[in-house]
């Protein structure tokens, strides 16, 4: 089950690297970028695209929560899609 899988990591994984990667790097970050990095990060099967559905909402909660927090910002990317930055 896609759900099992994904509550198994522990609380504020998904904060960690996100907010981690967004530090190391040198351009702003996609949400998909993110997702990508959070699921080899964690070793998670990225050809599974249901799985990448759910972890991509996850992603996206934690990146709205440290918005709403000041930390990171979102900005306009190509084509519109928001990318991502440590505020």
Partial sequence: DV???VDRQPPGEV?????????????????QELTMHVMA??????????????VTKRVGASL???????????VGGLGGLLVWEVA
Avoid at 17 to 29: E, F, H, M, Q, S
Avoid at 41 to 54: F, I, S, Y
Avoid at 64 to 74: A, C, D, F, N, V
Wanted: aromatic fraction near 0%; charged fraction near 35%.
């Fill in 15 to 31: 904060a960690r690297i996100v907010l981690g990667t967004l530090r190391d790097a040198k351009r702003p970050c996609s949400t």
């Fill in 64 to 74: 709205r929560h440290h918005r709403g927090k000041g930390l990171i910002r979102s």
């Fill in 41 to 54: 990060e964690r070793g998670m099967n990225t050809a599974d695209k249901g799985l990448v559905k759910t």
């Fill in 3 to 5: 759900a099992v899988r």
